[in-house]
């Protein structure tokens, strides 16, 4: 399904191996689907230089460079070097993907938050907007965040699926929305469905987080495959449904502020 209206996915982990051998077919269906400016995410170091070397590759592609919490505890002094460094180049456009993981602990929660803590101040550093992960950790990361909102600038809590509470404590805190197609999944997106018109226009971005959450709103012949970028409009489909509005408007409207977030060039 093509777009009607450019679209800009804000998450997509093209450096994921499910991607190694078919990048180039991947990112000419994307660009069919009008979805032609990718932000791809960093989780770690070795990912977010690649992340950064492919969209040195090609127009229409960024990065984001940063440490999930998941491995939150190989975080040093070193790791925040080499980051500071890869936020200098001019394709990385957020620090992240970094946060709170409280649903899996892969690292403790307090390594979890020193790692946030820091890669926060690197973000206050560098002025770039951040790209956040938070599962079942609302609350304190709602905290952390109160405590830094002075000091950073945009930031936007991707691929959000808690309530509506958590919800309006972000937007209180000015925090921007990453939607993915979580919402299409009947047996766990429903809540979303009922708080995803609270969301301000200038507020909300869509992503695939590729190649994970295949959107469950496909149809039969799209099922079980890899989700890549191309599927976008899928989620923005449903998204727009669940807001009562169009497709385009939807699909104009998170570009435009998706282009602002990430501070890109109207050219590419
Ligand atoms: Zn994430």
Known sequence: MTSPAPLVDIGANLTHESFAKDVDAVLGRAHAARVATLILTGTDMAHSEQAAALAHRHDGLYATAGLH??????WNSTLESAMRALHTDAKVVAVGECGLDF????STPAEQERALEAQLGLAAESGL???LHERDAGPRMREILCHWRDDIGDAVIHCFTADRETLHGYLDLDVHIGLTGW???????HHLREIVGDIPAERL???TDCPYLLPRNLPAKLKGRRHEPALLPWIVREIAHWRGESETTLAAATTTTARRFFQLDEEQ
């Open 69 to 74: 919490p998941h491995m939150a505890s190989h």
């Open 103 to 106: 649903n899996r602990n892969f």
């Open 129 to 131: 907007p951040l790209f």
């Open 183 to 189: 919402l299409c999944d009947e047996r766990r997106g």
């Open 205 to 207: 971005m869509v992503e």
